[in-house]
């Protein structure tokens, strides 16, 4: 389970950030008291356009940094207080993981379990079970800069999952892929939500919302807009599928208020 409670998290801006923003203010709210909680067993997603706040709220969470203000616990335990151990049950997915290209996909998942004090035997194991899983076992022994695209986001998660941990956070987990790839990772999400894990993702991508997802929450300027299923959006909303709620919601609703539905 994961909790977010009342998080806010404050960037200071440079006058190059202020410039690129167009602002003169030198600080930028990216995340503004957002509250929701993730269940065990079930893939909730965070949705909203490019510069809502997901990823930061997800590299909150994450621990890659450190809220201005609120609360997040990951299984019980409190970001703020053990990152260290918060760290050793999620595991973050992002397109901006960047794989040492000289490095074998084989060499690469072992490099990582052992990073999380996993035996040479745990490695294997699991190392087998991943890559026949993704199809990166007859290319584990290929330098990685010769990897195609796809394979080389599905050595990404495969080496992210290494540890089997018992949270899930996938940033745009199908973002730039061929249609291929984007159903395995999709249908692994899928199985580890049946698993009793807690997924959590964030896509600007609608339709993928609607068939992954058991609920979401719709961000916008940073602040919760809207949460739950996609089925009870669309019925506050007066809408047929998630997109057409979604653009209801930013272009008639405006960001303000919170609805529970």
Do not use: W
């Not at 909790?3 to 503004?32: G, I, Y």
């Not at 894990?197 to 609607?210: D, G, W, Y």
């Not at 009870?232 to 609703?253: D, M, P, S, V």
């Amino acid at each position: 389970m994961v909790e977010v409670n009342n998080l806010k998290k404050v960037f200071k801006l440079s006058k190059k950030d202020m410039k690129k923003e167009k602002t003169k203010q030198r600080e930028k709210v990216a995340v503004d008291g957002l509250s929701f909680v993730a269940e065990p067993g079930q893939i909730f997603g965070l949705l909203g356009p490019n510069g809502a706040g997901k990823t930061t709220t997800l590299r909150c969470i994450s621990t890659l940094i450190k809220p201005s203000s609120g609360d997040i616990a990951v299984e019980g335990i409190k970001v703020s207080y053990d990152p260290e151990e918060v760290r050793k049950k999620i595991c973050f997915l992002t397109n901006e993981l960047k794989l040492d290209t000289h490095f074998t996909p084989s060499y690469t998942i072992e490099y990582f379990g052992r990073l999380h004090g996993m035996t040479k035997g745990e490695i294997f194991k699991r190392k087998e079970e991943l890559f026949k899983r993704f199809g990166v076992t007859d290319f584990e022994n290929m330098a990685i800069g010769e990897l195609s695209t796809g394979m080389k986001q599905k050595l990404s998660i495969a080496v992210s999952l290494v540890h089997d941990p018992r949270v899930i956070i996938f940033d745009e987990p199908t973002n730039g892929l061929d249609i291929i790839t984007a159903k395995s990772v999709t249908d692994y999400l899928l199985e580890m939500k049946d698993m009793g894990k807690t997924v959590i993702i964030s896509t600007h991508i609608m339709n993928v919302a609607e068939k992954l997802c058991d609920k979401v929450a719709i961000i916008l300027d940073g602040k919760l807009n809207i949460e739950g299923t996609p089925e009870g959006i669309c019925r506050q909303t007066g809408e047929q599928n998630l997109e057409e709620a979604f653009y209801k919601l930013y272009f008639k609703h405006g960001f303000g208020g919170v609805e529970n539905v």
